[in-house]
């Protein structure tokens, strides 16, 4: 049952993300952190609750995480408010790497503990 949760929460993650990249700039949300920093944290939460979706295909998972990464970076050269930056594209990647190496490592203890 809480994988199911995961892959609800991570598909709802991986929509937001979509709907907040390809929406209008003036639809972004604003927070109290920096815009790369929202960026990263997003990219890490979602590929961190993924792979605990599916932990069998971590390496897909991570894959998947970085490619959307970039492909939707370069989706919003199709709304006129928004452009495509490579650094966006390089921090929304690294997000998705600490996601991977977050659960990893998590992984790592708790098989640790359970051993």
Not at 36 to 65: C, E, G
Not at 69 to 82: F, N
Not at 90 to 97: D, E, M, R
Request: charged letters at 15%; aromatic letters at 10%; proline letters at 3%.
């Amino acid at each position: 049952m809480i994988r199911v949760v995961f892959k609800v929460a991570a598909w709802a993650l991986l929509a937001a993300i979509v709907l907040v990249t390809v929406s209008p700039i003036g639809l972004r949300p604003h927070t109290i952190t920096t815009v790369n920093l929202d960026r990263a944290a997003a990219y890490a939460l979602t590929t961190f609750v993924f792979t605990f979706a599916y932990p069998r295909h971590w390496k897909w998972v991570l894959l998947f995480s970085v490619v959307a990464a970039l492909g939707l970076e370069l989706a919003q050269e199709l709304s006129p408010t928004r452009h495509a930056r490579l650094h966006d594209a390089v921090i929304k990647a690294g997000g998705s790497l600490c996601g991977s190496a977050a659960w990893w490592v998590l992984t790592q203890l708790r098989a640790r503990r359970a051993g």
